[in-house]
Protein backbone atom coordinates (compact mmCIF):
# COMPACT_ATOMS: atom_id res chain seq x y z
CA UNK A 1 0.00 0.00 0.00
CA UNK A 2 1.57 3.38 -1.04
CA UNK A 3 0.31 4.82 1.92
CA UNK A 4 1.90 2.68 4.49
CA UNK A 5 5.06 3.02 2.14
CA UNK A 6 5.01 6.70 2.48
CA UNK A 7 4.79 6.50 6.43
CA UNK A 8 7.72 4.26 6.74
CA UNK A 9 9.50 6.67 4.59
CA UNK A 10 8.84 9.58 6.38
CA UNK A 11 9.72 7.77 9.65
CA UNK A 12 13.33 7.21 8.21
CA UNK A 13 13.39 10.72 7.12
CA UNK A 14 12.39 11.73 10.73
CA UNK A 15 15.11 9.43 11.92
CA UNK A 16 17.58 10.60 10.10
CA UNK A 17 16.60 14.54 10.71
CA UNK A 18 17.02 13.18 14.61
CA UNK A 19 20.31 11.40 14.07
CA UNK A 20 21.67 14.76 12.40
CA UNK A 21 20.33 17.23 15.32
CA UNK A 22 21.66 14.27 18.21
CA UNK A 23 21.88 16.56 21.41
CA UNK A 24 24.78 14.20 22.68
CA UNK A 25 26.61 15.29 19.39
CA UNK A 26 25.90 18.87 19.60
CA UNK A 27 26.65 18.81 24.00
CA UNK A 28 30.30 16.48 22.85
CA UNK A 29 30.73 19.48 20.24
CA UNK A 30 30.57 22.22 22.96
CA UNK A 31 32.44 20.67 25.25
CA UNK A 32 35.06 20.02 22.70
CA UNK A 33 34.84 23.35 22.12
CA UNK A 34 35.09 24.63 25.79
CA UNK A 35 38.49 22.10 26.39
CA UNK A 36 40.05 23.59 23.17
CA UNK A 37 39.42 27.39 24.56
CA UNK A 38 40.81 26.63 28.15
CA UNK A 39 43.78 24.75 26.25
CA UNK A 40 44.41 27.66 24.19
CA UNK A 41 44.44 29.82 27.17
CA UNK A 42 46.74 27.45 29.47
CA UNK A 43 49.28 27.66 26.95
CA UNK A 44 49.22 31.42 26.51
CA UNK A 45 50.01 31.69 30.30
CA UNK A 46 52.86 28.86 29.57
CA UNK A 47 54.38 31.33 27.33
CA UNK A 48 53.71 34.27 29.35
CA UNK A 49 55.27 32.70 32.62
CA UNK A 50 58.12 31.21 30.41
CA UNK A 51 58.80 35.11 29.21
CA UNK A 52 58.41 36.38 33.02
CA UNK A 53 60.93 33.62 34.38
CA UNK A 54 63.37 34.49 31.44
CA UNK A 55 63.02 38.54 32.30
CA UNK A 56 63.80 37.56 35.92
CA UNK A 57 66.90 35.22 35.40
CA UNK A 58 68.51 38.44 33.02
CA UNK A 59 67.71 40.35 36.19
CA UNK A 60 69.55 38.09 38.33
CA UNK A 61 72.36 37.95 35.96
CA UNK A 62 72.46 41.45 36.24
CA UNK A 63 72.67 41.86 39.68
CA UNK A 64 75.07 39.10 40.47
CA UNK A 65 77.02 41.04 37.89
CA UNK A 66 76.57 44.69 39.87
CA UNK A 67 77.41 42.47 42.92
CA UNK A 68 80.46 41.38 41.72
CA UNK A 69 81.19 44.83 40.70
CA UNK A 70 80.80 46.03 44.50
CA UNK A 71 82.24 43.02 46.32
CA UNK A 72 85.61 44.27 44.05
CA UNK A 73 85.44 47.96 45.20
CA UNK A 74 84.90 46.30 48.67
CA UNK A 75 87.80 45.03 49.20
CA UNK A 76 89.57 48.01 47.43
CA UNK A 77 88.47 50.33 50.03
CA UNK A 78 89.64 47.98 52.51
CA UNK A 79 92.73 47.20 51.16
CA UNK A 80 93.16 51.13 51.38
CA UNK A 81 92.01 52.01 54.77
CA UNK A 82 93.90 48.36 56.51
CA UNK A 83 96.81 48.20 54.11
CA UNK A 84 100.12 48.90 54.56
CA UNK A 85 99.97 52.33 52.57
CA UNK A 86 100.21 55.61 53.78
CA UNK A 87 97.33 57.70 53.57
CA UNK A 88 96.41 61.11 55.56
CA UNK A 89 93.76 61.23 57.77
CA UNK A 90 91.09 63.05 55.15
CA UNK A 91 91.88 60.41 53.11
CA UNK A 92 91.31 57.44 54.91
CA UNK A 93 87.68 59.12 56.21
CA UNK A 94 87.04 59.86 52.79
CA UNK A 95 87.85 55.88 51.99
CA UNK A 96 85.35 54.78 54.96
CA UNK A 97 82.63 56.65 53.85
CA UNK A 98 82.98 54.74 50.27
CA UNK A 99 83.13 51.64 52.24
CA UNK A 100 80.65 52.07 54.49
CA UNK A 101 77.93 53.13 51.29
CA UNK A 102 79.27 50.28 49.01
CA UNK A 103 78.61 48.00 51.87
CA UNK A 104 75.29 49.30 51.67
CA UNK A 105 74.83 49.18 48.53
CA UNK A 106 76.46 45.19 48.51
CA UNK A 107 73.12 44.91 51.26
CA UNK A 108 70.40 46.30 49.65
CA UNK A 109 71.65 44.28 45.81
CA UNK A 110 71.78 41.00 47.84
CA UNK A 111 68.37 41.73 49.36
CA UNK A 112 67.15 42.55 46.31
CA UNK A 113 68.65 39.10 44.06
CA UNK A 114 67.21 37.47 47.52
CA UNK A 115 63.74 38.40 46.72
CA UNK A 116 64.56 38.04 42.87
CA UNK A 117 65.35 34.35 43.52
CA UNK A 118 62.54 33.65 45.33
CA UNK A 119 60.39 34.96 42.91
CA UNK A 120 62.12 33.05 40.18
CA UNK A 121 61.04 30.06 42.83
CA UNK A 122 57.76 30.69 43.00
CA UNK A 123 57.24 31.06 39.11
CA UNK A 124 59.57 27.95 38.36
CA UNK A 125 56.69 26.11 40.60
CA UNK A 126 53.44 28.52 38.83
CA UNK A 127 55.17 26.96 35.08
CA UNK A 128 55.04 23.21 36.73
CA UNK A 129 51.76 23.25 37.97
CA UNK A 130 50.99 25.08 34.30
CA UNK A 131 53.05 21.86 32.59
CA UNK A 132 50.28 19.28 34.28
CA UNK A 133 47.15 21.51 33.91
CA UNK A 134 48.04 21.16 29.88
CA UNK A 135 49.19 17.57 30.01
CA UNK A 136 45.36 16.98 31.39
CA UNK A 137 43.77 19.26 29.44
CA UNK A 138 45.21 17.81 26.02
CA UNK A 139 44.25 14.78 27.67
CA UNK A 140 41.37 15.76 28.10
CA UNK A 141 40.27 17.37 24.66
CA UNK A 142 42.08 14.22 22.76
CA UNK A 143 39.58 11.46 24.63
CA UNK A 144 36.84 14.10 23.74
CA UNK A 145 38.37 13.61 20.51
CA UNK A 146 38.60 9.86 19.79
CA UNK A 147 34.89 9.57 21.37
CA UNK A 148 33.35 11.91 19.25
CA UNK A 149 34.92 10.64 16.16
CA UNK A 150 33.63 7.24 17.58
CA UNK A 151 29.96 8.64 17.64
CA UNK A 152 29.89 10.45 14.48
CA UNK A 153 30.84 7.13 12.81
CA UNK A 154 28.28 5.49 14.26
CA UNK A 155 25.74 8.24 13.28
CA UNK A 156 26.94 8.39 9.56
CA UNK A 157 26.56 3.98 9.61
CA UNK A 158 22.96 4.29 11.03
CA UNK A 159 22.28 7.56 8.26
CA UNK A 160 23.82 5.68 5.07
CA UNK A 161 21.21 2.43 6.83
CA UNK A 162 18.41 4.72 6.52
CA UNK A 163 19.99 5.95 3.01
CA UNK A 164 19.90 2.45 1.52
CA UNK A 165 16.67 1.64 3.02
CA UNK A 166 15.28 4.82 1.29
CA UNK A 167 16.50 4.21 -1.81
CA UNK A 168 14.99 0.44 -1.27
CA UNK A 169 11.14 2.03 -0.61
CA UNK A 170 11.41 4.61 -3.22
CA UNK A 171 11.67 1.79 -5.66
CA UNK A 172 8.49 0.21 -4.43
CA UNK A 173 6.94 3.57 -4.67
CA UNK A 174 5.45 5.78 -8.00
CA UNK A 175 7.53 7.79 -8.88
CA UNK A 176 4.84 10.32 -9.08
CA UNK A 177 3.72 9.97 -5.19
CA UNK A 178 7.45 9.95 -4.28
CA UNK A 179 7.72 13.40 -5.88
CA UNK A 180 4.64 14.91 -3.77
CA UNK A 181 6.16 13.27 -0.81
CA UNK A 182 9.62 15.07 -1.58
CA UNK A 183 7.50 18.19 -2.20
CA UNK A 184 5.61 18.03 0.72
CA UNK A 185 8.26 17.10 2.83
CA UNK A 186 10.40 20.55 2.12
CA UNK A 187 7.28 22.36 2.32
CA UNK A 188 5.66 21.24 5.76
CA UNK A 189 8.93 21.42 7.84
CA UNK A 190 10.09 17.92 7.29
CA UNK A 191 7.04 16.04 7.98
CA UNK A 192 4.90 15.22 4.71
CA UNK A 193 3.05 11.73 6.33
CA UNK A 194 1.38 12.49 9.55
CA UNK A 195 -0.71 10.60 11.88
CA UNK A 196 -4.60 10.86 12.74
CA UNK A 197 -4.98 10.42 16.15
CA UNK A 198 -8.07 11.15 18.26
CA UNK A 199 -9.82 12.82 15.26
CA UNK A 200 -6.88 15.46 15.24
CA UNK A 201 -4.18 16.09 12.28
CA UNK A 202 -0.86 15.51 13.88
CA UNK A 203 0.51 18.09 11.77
CA UNK A 204 -1.28 20.92 12.43
CA UNK A 205 -3.34 19.99 15.52
CA UNK A 206 -6.73 20.59 13.66
CA UNK A 207 -9.38 18.68 14.68
CA UNK A 208 -10.87 17.02 11.30
CA UNK A 209 -14.39 16.38 9.69
CA UNK A 210 -16.13 12.91 10.48
CA UNK A 211 -16.14 12.24 6.97
CA UNK A 212 -12.93 12.84 6.28
CA UNK A 213 -11.89 10.95 9.53
CA UNK A 214 -13.87 7.66 7.68
CA UNK A 215 -11.89 7.98 4.73
CA UNK A 216 -8.30 7.88 5.90
CA UNK A 217 -9.29 4.68 7.96
CA UNK A 218 -11.49 2.98 5.55
CA UNK A 219 -9.55 4.13 2.41
CA UNK A 220 -6.22 2.57 0.61
CA UNK A 221 -6.09 6.37 -1.39
CA UNK A 222 -4.18 8.98 -0.16
CA UNK A 223 -6.22 11.42 1.98
CA UNK A 224 -4.60 15.13 2.50
CA UNK A 225 -5.42 17.45 5.87
CA UNK A 226 -7.92 19.77 4.75
CA UNK A 227 -6.05 22.64 7.07
CA UNK A 228 -2.40 21.68 6.04
CA UNK A 229 -2.40 19.87 2.94
CA UNK A 230 -0.41 16.97 4.44
CA UNK A 231 -0.72 13.71 3.65
CA UNK A 232 -2.99 11.55 6.95
CA UNK A 233 -1.91 8.07 8.06
CA UNK A 234 -3.81 6.13 10.61
CA UNK A 235 -3.20 2.88 12.47
CA UNK A 236 -5.41 0.77 14.87
CA UNK A 237 -3.66 0.90 18.27
CA UNK A 238 -3.19 -2.42 20.07
CA UNK A 239 -4.84 -2.87 23.03
Known sequence: MSREELYQLQKLDTEKERLKD?????????????????????????????????????????????????????????????????????????????????????????????????????????????????????????????KLMSYEEDIQAELNEIKENKAELEDRIEEELVEKYNKLYLNKNARAVVKLKDNYCMGCRMTLPRNLINKVKQSVDLVFCENCGRILYWEEEVE
Not at 73 to 80: G, M
Not at 116 to 130: G, R, S, V
Open 22 to 146: SIENELMNEKLLKLTKQLKQLKAEFETKKEEITKLKAEIKEKEFEDARVIRKEEEYKNKLYGETDHSPKELEDFQKKLTKTEENKEELEDEMLELMLDLEQKDEELTELEEKISNKSGEVKKLKE
